[in-house]
């Protein structure tokens, strides 16, 4: 056996060393294979990861940019009609009352209260001689040059030739305006927090120097109401319209309000009551 395990041993030996010479050499290459390969991987993983990251902040930077732009235009659109509501608010201290929805002078043309208003906007406001058809003289340069005191920004810029108005007051009964008694802003025992001035509306049809304004008895009260064939408070704004009120407060309405809650603030002595909670749900900050 000895004899037999040293010829083994010897014959053998050398090709012993070569295996086991070679077993390392596979397994060393498998090691470098599997650690080569593990590290495409990790490479692939990382670039993927950049990619990754890069276009989430741009996606995010987009979007930060496009709430910005939307935030601006929705304060610009405030602005104007905050202005409306200040002279309103002129209007009514000279003449102890809020305009007609419409009026007509000296048996001309129905014209709309914007026309009254127009001139309390500014104190250089050119002259709307509403005697006369719109067209006429001086009238027809007005209703181009001043239609943008009625608009909202964002939607002027979607067709600048447009003389459409894209504020309306809400008439009838209940309502702060009518065809009939013109109200004053002792006839809102709902509180003037709470009861809408005007409200921006869009594609209308309506220009803004003839009567058109919603309709309590018909206009639907659900905000940017998607059937235009109906009357509503609607605007070009993602989410929601602005809403003036008769304490001078010009809010965002989401289009989450509930139609009932509307239907409240429409009116100026309905008797209805608007709760905390359900002004939180109704008014996007």
């Known amino acids: 056996c000895l004899c037999a395990g040293g010829g083994f041993g010897y014959h ?27 590290g495409v991987r990790l490479f692939a993983f990382g670039v993927l990861s950049a990619v990754l990251t890069s276009l989430a902040v741009v996606c995010l930077t987009l979007y930060a940019q496009r709430a910005e732009r939307m935030f601006s235009q929705r304060l610009k659109c405030a602005r104007r009609q905050h202005q409306l509501y200040s002279a309103m608010v002129k ?56 239609a943008f005191r009625f ?32 109200r004053s802003f002792d006839d809102v025992p709902d509180g003037k927090s709470s009861t809408i001035m005007c409200a921006e509306t869009y594609r209308s049809g309506v ?4 009567p058109g304004d919603l309709d309590i008895s018909a206009m639907s009260f659900r905000v940017n109401e998607p059937n235009e064939k109906h009357q509503a408070i609607r605007s070009v704004h993602p989410g929601g319209a602005l ?25 100026c002595d309905g008797g209805e009551g608007i709760d905390a909670a359900s002004w939180e749900l109704l008014i996007e900050q």
């Open 12 to 38: 053998y030996g050398p090709q012993l060393r070569w295996i086991g010479l070679r077993a390392r050499v596979i397994v060393g290459n498998g090691v470098m294979k599997a650690f080569q390969s593990s």
């Open 91 to 146: 209007y009514a201290a000279e003449h102890k009352v809020f305009p007609r929805a419409r009026f007509a002078v000296a048996g001309g043309p129905l014209y709309s209260w914007r026309v009254e208003v127009g001139r309390y906007i500014i104190d250089d406001y050119p002259r709307f001689d509403p005697a006369l058809d719109w067209k006429t003289g001086m009238n027809a340069i007005v209703v181009k040059q001043q």
């Open 243 to 267: 809403i003036v009120f008769a304490d001078g407060s010009v809010r965002f309405v989401s289009n989450r309000a509930h139609p009932q809650i509307v239907r409240a603030m429409a009116t």
């Open 207 to 210: 220009g803004w120097p003839f």
């Open 151 to 182: 608009q909202c920004p964002s939607a002027n810029q979607l067709d600048p030739r447009s003389i459409e108005t894209h504020v309306m007051v809400i008439i009838g009964d209940h309502a702060l305006f009518n065809h009939d008694r013109p």
